[in-house]
C-alpha cells in the first residue's frame, strides 16, 4: 500500500508552499480585489520562471513532464493560497483540452506557449443560467467560422485563445456537437467583462461574430472529450479546494483561541470545537476522496470518472462548509472586508460552480456507479 | 502512489493465505457483518476454537512479542492478516475484541510478570474471556464521574456498586475493574483499578435489553465482593493514568466499525429495484443526490484507511486522520437505512420475514443510535479531535479540582 505522494513530491509542495507564502500572502489576493485588475501579473511572471503550467505537460511539447501527481502537489498549494492567477483556466482546461483532443500539429503549436505561460487559454462552455447541456448549446462553428456568445468564463478577459463548445451541425443533440479552438486576439471575438461573486477571478462574456476558429477534436466526440477534459480538471480543482478548506481550518482555530468571550478562548466552548471538528472530518474525508482522484488520473485509470466526481463533490462541500463556519467562527468581524475570511468564502463558491454544480457531479457519480455495476 | 504489497507484505500476504486455505473455507458471499457484538452463545465454541487455532501459529495477536505468544509482527502485517482472514468463512471472534484490544495489554503494562505469564496466553488462545467494567450509570461520556466503591479490609479491597454497558460481560472469565477508593479527593485522583474473576462471590451479570431488541451489553452488580490487593493494576489512586492507556486502546479497536455491512451498494440495489412515482428510484433526482452524497462520505472513508495502512506500512506512526472513522459511520448508518425506509414507504415500517430482506435497512435504523453511541459518543469524539487532534483546550470543568464527594450531581 502506497496510497500517499512520494518524497519527490512533497518535496515540490514544500517549495511551492515557501514560494506562494512568500509573492502570494492575503494581501497580493487583496491588491487584485481592490485594483480592479484582472489578476496578479507579477505573480504570474514567476510562475512562469518556476514552470509550473508545464508541470503536466509532455517535454515533446515543452513542458516539464514530470506528472499529474506533481501537478496536484502544486494545486493544494495554489487553493491554500487563493493564487489569482489564471492558472485552473489555462492548466487543468485548455491544455487538457489540447491534450485529450488536439491534434499533433496543434500540441505542437500551442501546449510549448502554455508550458512557458506565454499563452492564457480557457474553455468556453456556459451561454445562459442553467447546467451546460448540449441541448443548450447554440453558438455555431461552421466553414472554420464561430458564432455565439459564452457567458462566465473565467479568465476570459486574459485569455489570448479559447476552445469554445459549439455546434458543429443541424444534429440539435451530442452528436452535432463540436470544441473549437479560437484565437481571441481577432475582430470577431469580442470580450466583456463580468462581475462576479469573487473578484480574484475575473469572468468574461466572450461573443463571436465569424470568428475565424479551428476544429478541435472530431465532431460527435465533442461532449465525451469535454467530460474527459472536465474529469481531470476536477481532479486538479478538488485539490486546490482542499487546500482553500485547510486553511479556512487553520483560520478558524487561529482566531478561536485568541478571541476571549466571556472570560475564555471561545475555542473551549464546544460549539466552536464541535463546529472545527465537523471542518476537520470534512476536510480529511475530500483530501483522502482528491487523493484517489489523484491516483486515477496519473495512472489513466478507467475509474477516473467516478473518481473525478467524487474528488469534486466531496471536496467542494467540504470547502463549502469550512468557508462558511469559517465566518462564522469569527462573528462580525469576519464579515468585513478588511479581514480575509471573504475571499475564501467567494473562492469557494466560486470554484464549486466553475466546472458545473454539485448537482451535475452528484448525477455524474451515480451513473458512474450504475455503468460499473452494469459491467 | 499505488495500492501493491511490498515484496514483504505480498510475502507475508502469501503465507497467511496459505495458512488460511489449510484452515478454513473461502466465503461464498458477503456476509452482513455484526454492528455490535450481538452474537448468540451457541458460535461462542467455535470461535474459541478458531482463535486457538490462531494463537498456535501467532496470529491471534500479530504485533505482540513472541514471547507472550504473538508473533512479534508489525501493524501492516495485522492489517494484511485481517484483509485475508475476511476473505474466509471463519468464526466472528469479536468476543475477544475487547479481552485482547483493550484489558490485556493494560494488564502487560501494569501487572508483575507471573501475572502476565499466567494471563495472556489463556487470553489469546481464547480459553479465557475478558471484560472492560468503567461505564456506570452515574459515569457514561464522564468516565471518572464513577462511583462504584473499593474500601480497604487488611490485604484484600471490599467493593459494591455496579457498572453499565459491559460488552460481553455474561460469557468473560476475567474483568477489569475500574474503582473509587479515595472521594474525598477530586474525581480523578480518587481512582484505583483493578483485575477479578467474573465468578467472584457477589458479582453479579444482567442482560440489558437494548432498544433494537438485543442484548449485546450487561450490567454488573457488585455486593462485597473481596479482591486481593495483589490484583491491583497500578498505584492506588493511579487508576485514571491506568484507565487512559486502556481507553487508547479501545478507540483503536472501535474506531473501525464498519456499521453491519450496510453502505451504498445495498440502497443502490434498493435504488435499483423499486418503483417510484416517476419510475425506478435510481432514476430520480433526489434519490441520486443522496445516494452520492452518502458515496462520497464511503469512499473518503476507505481512502482514508489506505493512507492509515501507507503510513503503517512504511512503518510511521499513522496521521489523526483515522479517528474520523466512527463518527462517520454510525451517522451514515443512521441516516441511510432511514432513507430507505423512506423509499419502502409504507412498508418501511416492518421488520422480520414480512420486511424486505428480513428488515436489514430497519435493523441497521434500530442499531444506529447505539453506533452513535458505544465507544465514546460522537459528542465526545468531536471533542478528542477537537482537543488531541486540532489542539483546542478542555472545556471548562467545574468539578476538576473539587473533591468527588462535594461535587455537584444532580441528584
Same mark, same amino acid.
Given at each position: 500500500? !502506497?496510497? /500517499?505522494?512520494? /518524497? ?94 488536439? =491534434? ?31 441541448? !443548450? ?31 458543429? =451541425? /443541424? ?24 462581475? =462576479?461573486?469573487?473578484?480574484?477571478? =475575473? ?79 470534512? !476536510? ?55 479581514? /480575509? ?35 | 502512489?499505488?495500492? $501493491?504489497?511490498?515484496?514483504? $507484505? ?17 466465503? %461464498? ?55 485475508? *482472514? ?41 480459553? *479465557?474471556?475478558?471484560? &472492560? #467494567? ?10 471518572? %464521574? ?20 459491559? @460488552? ?18 477530586? +474525581?480523578?485522583?480518587?481512582? @484505583? ?41 497500578? *498505584?492506588?489512586?493511579?487508576?485514571? &493514568? ?15 466499525? @464498519? ?11 434498493? %435504488? ?28 473518503? #472513508? ?13 512503518? &510511521? ?35 422480520? $420475514?414480512? %420486511? ?49 464527594? +462535594?461535587?455537584? @450531581?444532580?441528584?
Amino acid at each position: 500500500m !502506497n496510497f /500517499d505522494f512520494s /518524497d519527490d513530491q512533497k518535496m515540490l509542495k514544500d517549495q511551492a508552499h515557501k514560494f506562494l507564502s512568500e509573492k502570494c500572502t492575503p494581501k497580493a489576493v487583496r491588491a487584485v480585489y481592490e485594483s480592479g485588475s484582472t489578476y496578479d501579473r507579477a505573480l504570474w511572471k514567476q510562475i512562469a520562471e518556476l514552470g509550473w503550467a508545464g508541470t503536466a505537460i509532455p517535454e515533446q511539447y515543452g513542458g516539464l513532464g514530470l506528472g499529474y501527481l506533481e501537478l496536484c502537489v502544486i494545486a493544494e498549494e495554489l487553493g491554500r493560497a487563493l493564487a489569482p492567477v489564471p492558472f485552473s483556466s489555462t492548466v487543468y482546461q485548455f491544455a487538457e483540452s489540447l491534450l485529450v483532443s488536439g =491534434s499533433e500539429e496543434q500540441k505542437q503549436r500551442l501546449l510549448p506557449k502554455v508550458a512557458s505561460c506565454e499563452i492564457i487559454g480557457t474553455l468556453a462552455r456556459a451561454e445562459g443560467v442553467g447546467a451546460v447541456l448540449p441541448k !443548450n448549446i447554440r453558438t455555431t462553428f461552421r466553414n472554420g467560422k464561430l458564432n455565439g456568445k459564452k457567458t462566465a468564463v473565467v479568465d476570459g478577459m486574459d485569455a489570448g485563445y479559447a476552445v469554445v463548445l459549439a455546434r458543429g =451541425s /443541424d444534429d440539435a443533440g451530442e452528436r452535432g456537437l463540436q470544441l473549437a479552438l479560437v484565437d481571441l486576439k481577432q475582430a470577431g471575438a469580442k470580450r466583456r467583462a463580468q462581475q =462576479s461573486i469573487d473578484p480574484s477571478r =475575473s469572468h468574461a462574456e466572450l461573443t463571436f461574430e465569424n470568428a475565424n476558429a479551428e476544429a478541435l477534436g472530431k465532431q460527435g466526440e465533442a461532449w465525451s472529450d469535454l467530460n474527459r477534459v472536465l474529469d481531470r480538471a476536477a481532479v486538479l480543482m478538488a485539490f486546490e479546494q482542499v487546500g482553500g478548506a485547510d486553511v479556512c481550518l487553520q483560520m478558524a482555530k487561529g482566531y478561536a483561541m485568541e478571541r476571549y468571550a466571556f472570560g475564555r478562548p471561545i475555542a473551549s466552548f464546544q460549539a466552536i470545537k464541535h463546529k472545527l471538528a465537523d471542518m476537520y472530518v470534512a !476536510n480529511e474525508l475530500a483530501r483522502s476522496n482528491a487523493y484517489y482522484g489523484a491516483w486515477a488520473l496519473s495512472t489513466g485509470a478507467r475509474e477516473l470518472p467516478l473518481a473525478a466526481a467524487a474528488a469534486r463533490v466531496s471536496a467542494t462541500q467540504a470547502f463549502d462548509f469550512a468557508a462558511k463556519e469559517n465566518i462564522q467562527t469569527h462573528g462580525g468581524v469576519g464579515f468585513t472586508w478588511e479581514f /480575509d475570511c471573504h475571499f475564501y468564502y467567494k473562492r469557494s463558491r466560486e470554484l464549486g460552480l466553475a466546472l458545473g454544480a454539485q448537482r451535475v457531479w452528484k448525477d455524474k457519480l451515480v451513473t458512474q456507479l450504475e455503468l460499473s455495476n452494469a459491467a | 502512489m499505488d495500492f $501493491e504489497d511490498s515484496p514483504e $507484505e505480498a510475502k507475508f500476504r502469501a503465507e497467511v493465505r496459505a495458512w488460511l486455505d489449510a484452515n478454513a473455507k473461502p466465503k %461464498a458471499s458477503r456476509d452482513t457483518g455484526d454492528a455490535l457484538g450481538e452474537d448468540d452463545k451457541t458460535s461462542l465454541k467455535a470461535a474459541k476454537a478458531w482463535q486457538a487455532k490462531k494463537a498456535e501459529k501467532g496470529y491471534a495477536r500479530i504485533t505482540w512479542p513472541k514471547e507472550v505468544g504473538g508473533l512479534g509482527g508489525t501493524p501492516m502485517q495485522q492489517v494484511i492478516f485481517n484483509q485475508e *482472514e475476511a476473505k474466509y468463512d471463519v468464526p466472528n471472534t469479536g468476543a475477544f475484541a475487547i479481552g485482547l484490544g483493550m484489558c490485556i495489554p493494560t494488564v502487560m503494562a501494569y501487572a508483575g510478570k507471573d501475572v502476565i505469564a499466567r494471563y495472556v496466553k489463556p487470553a489469546l488462545r481464547g480459553d *479465557e474471556i475478558w471484560c &472492560q #467494567l468503567f461505564s456506570e450509570p452515574a459515569g457514561g461520556s464522564d468516565v471518572a %464521574a464513577l462511583r462504584t466503591r473499593a474500601e480497604r479490609d487488611g490485604n484484600d479491597w471490599i467493593v459494591n456498586g455496579s457498572k453499565v454497558w459491559t @460488552t460481553g460481560a455474561q460469557f468473560s472469565d476475567y474483568g477489569i475493574l475500574l474503582t473509587r477508593t479515595d472521594p474525598t479527593v477530586p +474525581k480523578h485522583k480518587g481512582l @484505583t483499578m483493578f483485575y477479578l474473576s467474573m465468578k467472584s462471590p457477589g458479582v453479579e451479570v444482567r442482560p440489558i435489553k437494548q432498544a433494537s431488541g438485543a442484548s449485546g451489553f450487561n450490567e454488573i452488580f457488585f455486593t462485597n465482593v473481596r479482591i486481593p490487593d495483589s490484583q491491583r493494576l497500578g *498505584e492506588v489512586g493511579q487508576g485514571w &493514568q491506568v484507565a487512559l492507556t486502556t481507553l487508547m486502546h479501545e478507540r483503536l479497536a472501535v474506531g473501525g466499525g @464498519t456499521g453491519g455491512g450496510l453502505d451504498v451498494p445495498q440502497l443502490l440495489q434498493l %435504488a435499483r429495484e423499486l418503483e417510484i412515482e416517476d419510475g425506478p428510484a435510481i432514476k430520480n433526482a433526489a434519490v441520486r443526490e443522496k445516494i452520492a452524497d452518502w458515496y462520497v462520505r464511503s469512499a473518503g #472513508l476507505k481512502y482514508t484507511t489506505y493512507r492509515t495502512m501507507t503510513a503503517l506500512s512504511r512503518g &510511521q506512526q499513522p496521521g489523526p486522520e483515522a479517528s474520523i472513522a466512527k463518527i462517520v459511520v454510525a451517522s451514515k448508518l443512521q441516516d441511510l437505512s432511514a432513507f430507505a425506509m423512506e423509499l419502502e414507504g409504507e412498508a418501511g415500517a416492518l421488520t422480520g $420475514e414480512d %420486511a424486505l430482506d428480513q428488515g436489514a435497512f430497519q435493523m441497521g435504523w434500530l442499531s444506529a443510535p447505539g453506533l452513535r453511541i458505544a465507544g465514546g459518543t460522537d459528542e465526545i469524539l468531536k471533542n478528542i479531535i477537537a482537543e488531541r487532534v486540532l489542539g483546542l483546550p478542555q472545556d471548562i470543568r467545574v468539578d476538576k479540582d473539587v473533591p468527588f464527594n +462535594k461535587a455537584p @450531581t444532580g441528584r
